[in-house]
């Protein structure tokens, strides 16, 4: 049997609308969770500066009310993020949140 694992989850404006960061117990991973109205809070946090993958959800812009992911890898999370916003890449995700 499959012990169970615990999840500890911080929200960091005090609500779960917004910047929450999540790790699981003896794991060194690291989650984090904004909408993109809240990028610049989110990249400021020291944990975006780590290597990792990034899921960026949104509706297709094609597809009317569709979903759609893109999934990238990176260095530096946060950098990253940013360069999507800047080169308006969020389109790969449609508009993301």
């Not at 615990?6 to 991973?29: K, V, Y």
């Not at 989650?31 to 809240?38: D, E, H, T, Y």
């Not at 999934?71 to 946060?78: F, L, R």
């Amino acid at each position: 049997m499959t012990k169970g694992r615990s999840i500890r989850l911080f929200l960091a404006d005090g609500h779960p609308g917004g910047i929450i960061t999540a790790e699981i117990i003896n794991w060194t991973g690291h989650v984090l969770v904004a909408p993109q109205s809240r990028l610049a809070d989110l990249v400021k946090r020291p944990e975006a500066g780590r290597t990792g993958i990034y899921i960026l959800s949104g509706t297709d812009p094609d597809g009317g009310h569709k979903p759609k992911v893109y999934v990238g890898e990176t260095d530096n999370v946060g950098k990253r993020l940013i360069q999507h916003r800047h080169r308006g890449r969020a389109g790969e995700a449609g508009q993301w949140h």
